[in-house]
């Protein structure tokens, strides 16, 4: 097929199923952009290595699957109990990543006043780190000794690794011609209810509007009492639990996982939190549910393999017509 | 004319009535050139081709040059580098051999050219955007070149471009090679290198070019550095708006920062491609990007000599050490990590960094009521 021969037929015969998984695709973005845009608001930072927490969230959830005994058969109400205790793991697992990161990757440099880049390079670094750990976990149990007791968790260290059991889909509703999947709808409801928490968070709570206070200024909010540390650590807290749901989430659609599928999902979360304005929790809402939605679409059009081109097109498309994104910047300025 | 045979316009103004400095600048340039051939034991590297390895740091030293005028000097974060890299490849692998028979050196100009445009296309509507966005409009440029290559069987797709032509070979004499056996030096009469004779086995030939290159590079930066564009590259780094108030047109300077950093990206490309014998669209990757990013700040963003030697490291260190091959990515992750803490400007920071460093510590001095010291640098 000639790459720029537009297919339409396909576009609108599948319109509906293209747009309701192109939500909840959109949904895990979102959640993963959550992350992006709160450290930017308060750092101005890249957090590069974001990426990196939500790998560790889909391992986490991997994990505790096995660890609970999930196997091909498990279905039902087991592998829901499952899922749930999973998700909690791994948004833990994700949140002590982010708060480890912090620590190890950003405030040396604060406090050392480096320039800007130099965090980036920090957090590319620390990106390295975290996914080389990861792909090479069954090195370092051997090194340790202990390889006998966790082979089922760490063998085939690069290779993609899937939950043992297929997770059974039930189709709940038809819109137009699609039949909306029980999985569709847990991970596009799973996802608003997080991001309703964590707006309502930042806006209503004592901690919320110290986040706000430094992202909007930092110098007058440590002169008013804020302690800009703890709200850093806050942040990266609080992205790193919306990254261990986004894992789980993900790991329910997608079923399999590896040391480097980051990557690509955070240059796609990022791009949605860009796409949305960068800064603004809404807008991270608003840029995934539309990249998730235009890269379906986009490729119904013209063909999966142009997907991430798709995405990226639109990208420079919005920052031309609203350069600061489709809601604007805005974690800091407060609207009570 | 100066004692290096060279008309005096072309030295660079730190040469101009120096002969002292000029000679041991030659000195150092001879012995550049002649690194391949000394196979000096430690520095060379065991498991792979040392010629191949300096053909690879010559080129990235060149890429590091170019984003330096980008990232050091104009201060934009250019996070897509590689596409203009991948450009000057395809486009020297497309005339040579996909569609055309253009003998190399011929590929070379257009290479440049249509790098260099297609850096115009880009920064004209994005460098308008804020500056960070910038890194994430660049990335996805990278990618979107990467993926266009690879979807488009006209330019190859995923397999790629075989038979790059090569530079024209003309064998005018050989170079033996040297051989160290415990402290004594050996001339290596069975290990020769044909000069200027493009091949597929030994990259010395490769290497003297791309280097020759990287000289040339070298000077033109340095000229224009010290010009007037130059100088309002760093303006508009410093201040936006101050810099546009004194009559700057920073979004004009801006663009030219990116189509130069084009430029030399895409002569990289191009000189690498050469050496390659065949290129296929996943050597492209945002991970090659990242690492020309890394490079240039880990060596000093603004200060050539820092870049270069951060692109150097970055090639040779993997190289040299690939017995650890595993742990490759693995260590360089914790190197950056560490570099980035303890070196927070760079291996070698640019002058004027040194200089508002001492310029705080007065004004600090000054803050506390203690004796300003004597600055002195």
């Known amino acids: ?336 | 004319m100066s004692r290096l045979g060279l008309p005096t316009m072309t030295l660079p103004p730190q040469l101009r009535g120096r002969p002292a400095k000029a000679v041991g600048v030659a000195v150092l340039v001879l012995f550049l050139y002649a690194l391949p051939l000394l196979d000096l034991p430690i520095v060379t590297t065991p498991d792979s081709d040392f010629g191949g390895v300096l053909y690879t740091m010559a080129t990235y030293v060149l890429v590091a040059l170019g984003l330096n005028i980008v990232i050091g000097y104009a201060g934009l974060l250019d996070l897509g580098y590689v596409g203009f890299y991948a450009i000057g490849a395809y486009v020297t692998a497309v005339l040579g051999v996909q569609h055309g028979h253009w003998p190399y050196l011929l590929t070379i100009p257009v290479a440049v050219a249509v790098t260099m445009l297609s850096g115009v296309i880009l920064g004209a509507p994005t460098l308008r955007v804020r500056g960070d966005y910038l890194a994430i409009v660049t990335l996805g440029f990278g990618e979107i070149i990467r993926l266009s290559a690879k979807n488009s069987d006209w330019l190859g797709g995923a397999r790629g471009i075989q038979n790059v032509p090569k530079p024209p070979s003309v064998h005018l004499f050989d170079v033996p090679h040297l051989k160290w056996e415990n402290g004594t030096v050996l001339v290596d009469v069975t290990n020769k290198t044909q000069a200027f004779v493009f091949g597929f086995v030994d990259y010395v030939p490769y290497y003297w070019m791309a280097l020759t290159v990287v000289f040339i590079v070298l000077i033109a930066d340095m000229l224009i550095k010290s010009s007037r564009v130059g100088r309002a590259w760093e303006a508009t780094r410093e201040d936006e708006d101050v810099a546009e108030v004194m009559g700057v047109p920073t979004f004009r300077y801006k663009l030219l920062a990116f189509a130069m950093g084009a430029f030399v990206g895409g002569l990289s490309g191009s000189i690498s491609a050469a050496g390659a014998n065949f290129i296929y669209p996943d050597s492209y990757q945002i991970t090659v990007s990242v690492i020309f990013v890394a490079a240039v700040v880990i060596g000093g963003q603004g200060n050539r000599w820092g870049v270069m030697l951060g692109a150097a490291l970055v090639v040779y260190l993997p190289e040299r050490f690939r017995g650890l091959e595993e742990y490759r990515i693995l260590m360089f992750g914790i190197a950056l990590m560490l570099l980035a803490t303890f070196r927070p400007q760079g291996l070698l920071p640019p002058r004027v960094t040194r200089r508002a460093k001492a310029l705080e510590r007065d004004l600090e001095d000054l803050e506390t009521g203690e004796e300003p010291q004597e600055v002195t640098s």
């Open chain 1, 1 to 336: 097929m000639h790459p720029l021969a537009l297919n339409f037929d396909f576009l609108f015969s599948n319109f509906s199923q293209l747009t309701v998984t192109g939500l909840a695709l959109g949904a895990v973005y979102a959640m993963v952009a959550l992350g992006y845009t709160m450290v930017y608001g308060v750092l101005q930072l890249i957090n590069f290595a974001h990426s990196e927490v939500f790998m560790y969230g889909t391992f986490a959830t991997l994990w505790t699957v096995y660890f609970m005994g999930g196997t091909a058969r498990t279905s039902g109400f087991a592998l829901a109990r499952m899922l749930t205790v999973a998700m909690v793991i791994a948004m833990i697992v994700s949140a002590l990543v982010a708060l480890l990161l912090e620590r190890v990757a950003y405030r040396p440099l604060l406090k050392r006043n480096s320039p800007q880049l130099m965090a980036l390079i920090s957090a590319i670094g620390a990106s390295f780190v975290l996914s080389e750990t990861m792909g090479l976990r069954d090195n370092i149990t051997r090194w340790l000794g202990l390889n006998d007791n966790f082979s089922r968790y760490v063998s085939g260290a690069r290779d993609t690794r899937g939950l043992p059991m297929d997770i059974q889909t039930h189709q709940l509703f038809p819109i137009g011609n699609y039949h909306v999947t029980n999985i569709d709808l847990i991970v596009i409801c799973c996802a608003l209810l997080m991001m309703l928490l964590l707006d309502q968070f930042v806006r209503r709570s004592r901690l919320g509007r110290g986040i706000r206070a430094v992202a909007q200024d930092p110098e007058s909010a440590a002169l008013m009492g804020v302690n800009s540390t703890r709200v850093v650590q806050l942040t990266f807290l609080l992205g790193g639990l919306m990254a261990g749901a986004a894992a789980t989430l993900y790991m329910l659609r997608i079923g399999a996982t590896r040391f480097d599928a980051g990557f690509i999902l955070g240059v796609k979360a990022f791009t949605a939190a860009v796409m949305g304005g960068i800064g603004n929790l809404r807008g991270a809402l608003v840029g995934g549910l539309v990249l998730g939605v235009a890269e379906n679409w986009g490729s119904a059009l013209v063909g999966t393999q142009w997907k991430d081109v798709v995405a990226f097109v639109l990208l420079v498309v919005i920052l031309l017509f609203r350069p600061t994104g489709i809601l604007g910047e805005s974690l800091g300025k407060a609207r009570v």
